[in-house]
């Protein structure tokens, strides 16, 4: 091993001095020897920049101290302030919900009324076929009445009107039940929507009890990637509270008309009904007058009838004494131109024109003249048979045409006594006997005496 072998494997901080017999070589590293004044500022150096880096770590130290309890201070305190967030929008969640909630039962007691006023209007509507169909009968048994009796009378106006009412209340009872589905309709909308906000509230609200009953010990907390994000389809705290408010201002709206509406139904439904039975009461009591008009008119016709009979029995009667009477003024007009011919016989002289010759010439002519007035008279008393005869037929054939109006009308009145049935009509008593129902078809309470 050479020695140059040897001073590279001994350190660089050392010096070597190789001695040899008579002199001494000195070896030293071919690096910067540092001056005594440079390793005195190098000491004083390392001794400063130890004292800062100690002054550094106790500074790091305090503030790492003051900073961990700041952290921990202000950590507790935002978690606090989180929870109280958490607990008043949970409380503010909790307060909408109930709102909401008692709006969503309003609606839902609300619907369950304007349903059972609309059921009853639909009833009322379909009881309005039992009317209909009665006038209909009436109508057309009334259209069946023969000759002059087939004329626009009270009563048949009165039904006509009331026809015409039924129709109308059809129609409005037909509105009413639109506008009522209508409302239903949007009811049930809003029904729905406000199910949504109490379901969508409810599980808020679930969903913040629980993030409120979680802490940092809790298990199932970990990281998650950006957790800070805007949620997809998120909106503000405002336009939360704007939509909020108009749901619930929405429904309000919707409730604020619907006593309205089920007032209207219920106010047609009876002034409906109302208007129906006034005019079947009136309809009624025109079908009865007629009866007792037409009774009366019978009557007199049967009388008138009786006296025609009675007349004509007369002029029969009178018409043969005048064709007595004229074969008897026929012999003797025979028997004076018998004479007055027979006496034309005369011979000469005899043959004059004395006084029995113009008596009988006389006789003759008042004969001739009597039996001419007989005549005349006998024509005259058959051409008033004649008419009497014609205006008895006539007479017969109203009064048939009268008994069959008659009949008619009564078989009317007794159809109208379907409308007096069933959950809708009139509730009056029908008279019990045939004595009483004559008495209330011919209204003739007030002219039987009371005993």
């Given at each position: 091993m050479t020695v140059e072998d040897g001073a590279k494997r001994v350190s660089n901080n050392f010096e070597f001095h190789i001695f040899y017999y008579n002199r001494v070589i000195t070896l030293e590293k071919p690096l910067q020897h540092l001056a005594l004044s440079d390793w005195n500022a190098r000491v004083n150096q390392l001794r400063n920049v130890a004292d800062a880096r100690r002054s550094d770590a106790f500074t790091i130290r305090h503030s790492s101290r003051t900073l961990r309890n700041e952290t921990r201070i202000e950590g507790d305190w935002t978690n606090y302030e989180t929870n109280e967030a958490l607990a008043d929008r949970i409380a503010e969640l909790a307060r909408w919900r109930e709102t909401i909630a008692r709006t969503f039962e309003r609606i839902v007691r609300e619907m369950k009324m304007l349903e059972e006023e609309k059921a009853s209007t639909e009833r009322e509507l379909d009881a309005m076929q039992t009317p209909i169909s009665v006038i209909a009968e009436c109508l057309t048994m009334r259209d069946c009445r023969l000759g002059s009796e087939l004329t626009y009378d009270e009563a048949d106006t009165e039904i006509k009107n009331e026809l015409t009412i039924v129709e109308n209340n059809q129609r409005l009872l037909a509105d009413q039940c639109q506008k009522a589905w209508e409302k239903l309709s949007r009811l049930e909308e809003v029904k729905f929507k406000l199910g949504l906000e109490v379901g969508n509230k409810t599980e808020a609200e679930e969903l913040d009890v629980a993030q409120l009953d979680l802490n940092k010990f809790a298990a199932n907390i970990t990281y998650k990637p950006d957790p800070t994000r805007n949620p997809k389809n998120c909106c503000t705290y405002q336009g939360w509270l704007e939509h909020t408010k108009n749901v619930k201002q929405m429904a309000e709206n919707e409730l604020a008309d619907t006593y309205a509406i089920r007032e209207a139904l219920f106010v047609c439904r009876e002034k409906a009904r109302n208007m129906l039975i006034t005019q079947q009461e009136r309809a009624e009591h025109s079908i009865r007058k007629r009866?007792?008009?037409?009774?009366?008119?019978?009557?007199?016709?049967?009388?008138q009838q009786m006296k025609m009979k009675e007349e004509m029995e007369k002029a029969v009667c009178e018409i043969k004494t005048l064709e007595q009477a004229l074969r008897d003024k026929t012999d003797g007009?025979?028997?004076?131109?018998?004479?007055?011919?027979?006496?034309?016989?005369?011979?000469?002289?005899?043959?004059?024109?004395?006084?029995?010759?113009?008596?009988?010439?006389?006789?003759?002519?008042?004969?001739?003249?009597?039996?001419?007035r007989l005549m005349e008279k006998i024509d005259e008393s058959k051409a008033n048979y004649n008419l009497l005869e014609e205006h008895a037929q006539k007479i017969d054939i109203d009064l048939e045409n009268k008994q069959h109006s008659l009949m008619t009308d009564i078989r009317a009145l007794d159809l109208r006594q379907r409308l007096k049935g069933g959950e809708f009509g009139q509730k009056q008593t029908s008279p019990t006997t045939q004595t009483d129902r004559n008495i209330v078809l011919t209204q003739m309470e007030q002219e039987i005496p009371k005993n």
């Open positions: 009866i007792f008009e037409t009774q009366r008119a019978r009557n007199e016709l049967q009388w007009l025979k028997l004076a131109e018998t004479r007055l011919e027979n006496r034309a016989q005369r011979s000469g002289m005899e043959l004059c024109l004395d006084e029995a010759h113009e008596q009988l010439c006389l006789e003759v002519q008042k004969l001739q003249a009597i039996r001419r």
